[in-house]
């Protein structure tokens, strides 16, 4: 083909110009999380409905969809492997994917959810579940839809996983999470069990947010986050979104009673940052400019955040710095209490404030309920029981209410079905990567304790962050870390760090 190179270039200005739309209305998205005047709401909704349907058109447009087909065909057989017939051919699936979705399905998911997430808002602080019920109902039934117009060959949620971890099937995560599950509740156990009792006491003292600020810009910007390509803001809920190809904007919320809740959460979005501001800028919009899945996005997160971030090794390093912003507050703290306190294990009731051991029970709850829901297996009505009896079993705790339990989070009124394990995807990759990276560069804890994370940042950068979506998320992961997932990295990380501090 003698025009291959011009009829590329004519499919990659389409989807450059439709990442152009789709960026505009991600900077009116983040506004709208953060400095937006609340009255203001109603227009915005409005600007980004338009905008919305605007990308959704282009995405779909069906003369530039038979010409992407026509050359990913031919690129497929006449140049494999290469960076352009890999743009082409994860064009070609996200396009044939996109079209098997009827437009009123689009739309009548998009108008449910929207109410729902509404209904779910008023109803949860009530703890109504009688009234978010048929709401929840109602979600499940177009998903159920929305997988089979999708297709799948094995499980019904394979349709829906594919759009936060491509690639993957129930089967493969169910191999992985569910022994995982076993091995963390005797993990739990055994914490409970230990005599070595950690006190999470003294992050409840007094933390001025504008030191938080100061420290936490700090850390994040020696972890790599470039400020010149990025910035911290605050919101309610946490998020990192990237506006442009060289504009990678994290936020945050203060708490000045409460140490962790900032300080955690820039280090979690600035791992996200940092992996934004790692992929090919020259091929921003396009799939090698774009992250594998949400899995490999939380790993790397989840990296920063607690393999580093909760480390003794970082908090050497930290902990003196973190006493010339909190000097009341840490004056007769010692850096070991301070390191065990932000290691308190102990099982609770909301997955969001959970530690590193709990949290994949958390997951493990909902990954098995919505597996059921979506078969139809397990009716809405009974969802409560089902999640209660879970909850005890995996975390022993009772749940008080609905909005403690089954109703404490947004994503299944939002239509999040099939995302929750990409959460304890992320916790897997992460504990791959670290013993990959480990065993590559080096005593990564002796650099941490100078402060020294570039070439932790590198390892990343060389093995995840420059192939975009190359790979899918599982081949990525044998290829950086020479296995397959698998859980027994993120046990051996967890037993090691937390048999340390518990002295198990
Ligand atoms: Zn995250």
Redo the contacts with the bound molecule.
């Keep these: 083909m003698h025009d291959f190179q011009q009829r590329y270039q004519q499919i990659c200005q389409h989807v450059r110009q439709t990442q152009r739309l789709a960026a505009a209305a991600e900077v009116l998205s983040w506004d709208e999380h953060t400095y937006m005047p609340p009255e203001a709401g109603p227009y915005r909704a409005e600007q980004l409905q338009l905008l919305a349907g605007l990308v959704h058109q282009r995405r779909t447009d069906p003369d530039w969809g038979a010409q992407l087909e026509e050359l990913a065909a031919w690129a497929e057989e006449h140049r494999p492997g290469e960076p352009e017939t890999v743009n082409l051919l994860r064009l070609r699936r996200d396009w044939r994917r996109q079209k098997r979705l009827p437009q009123e399905l689009v739309e009548e998911l998009a108008h449910t959810t929207s109410r729902a997430q509404q209904v779910w808002a008023e109803s949860r602080p009530r703890n109504d579940w009688n009234a978010f019920r048929p709401w929840l109902e109602k979600v499940l039934k177009l998903k159920r839809q929305q997988a089979e117009a999708l297709g799948y060959q094995q499980h019904i949620y394979d349709a829906l996983l594919e759009d936060y971890e491509p690639g993957a099937t129930t089967a493969q995560v169910r191999a992985v999470l569910e022994p995982l599950g076993e091995s963390l509740r005797q993990l739990v156990q055994r914490i409970a069990d230990s005599p070595v009792k950690t006190a999470p006491g003294l992050l409840h003292r007094h933390w001025p947010r504008s030191e938080q600020e100061k420290l936490g810009c700090f850390v994040a910007e020696q972890l790599g986050f470039s400020f010149r390509r990025g910035r911290l803001d605050v919101t309610a809920h946490p998020f990192c979104t990237r506006l442009g190809p060289h504009d990678v904007r994290i936020t945050t919320r203060y708490d000045e009673q409460f140490f962790p809740s900032a300080f955690f959460s820039i280090l979690?979005e600035a791992g996200?940052g940092l992996y934004e501001q790692g992929l090919p800028a020259q091929e921003y919009g396009l799939p090698l400019g774009d992250s594998v899945s949400l899995g490999m996005h939380?790993s790397q997160?989840r990296l920063w955040e607690n393999h580093v971030g909760r480390s003794l090794a970082f908090w050497r390093w930290c902990f003196p710095k973190a006493r010339q912003h909190f000097p009341q507050a840490l004056a007769d703290v010692s850096l070991e209490e301070f390191h065990r306190a932000v290691n308190h294990v102990e099982p609770s009731l909301v997955r969001v404030e959970a530690d590193e051991v709990t949290y994949n029970l958390h997951i493990l709850v909902r990954f098995e309920l919505e597996q059921e829901l979506l078969t139809g297996q397990l009716a809405v009505a009974d969802l409560p029981e089902a999640w209660n009896a879970r909850y005890e079993h995996y975390l022993g705790v009772q749940v008080p209410d609905v909005a403690r339990g089954v109703m404490q989070d947004v994503h299944w009124s939002a239509g999040l079905v099939g995302y929750f394990p990409t959460y304890s995807l992320g916790n897997l990759y992460a504990a791959q990567l670290m013993e990959a990276a480990a065993r590559e560069v080096g005593p990564l804890e002796e650099q941490w304790s100078r402060g020294e994370f570039a070439p932790l940042l590198e390892w990343m950068r060389q093995h995840v962050h420059h192939h975009g979506r190359r790979y899918d998320p599982a081949e990525l992961i044998q290829q950086a870390t020479g296995s397959p997932p698998r859980a027994e990295p993120l046990l051996e990380y967890l037993h090691g760090r937390f048999g340390a501090i518990y002295q198990l």
């Design positions: 979690h996200h939380e997160s």
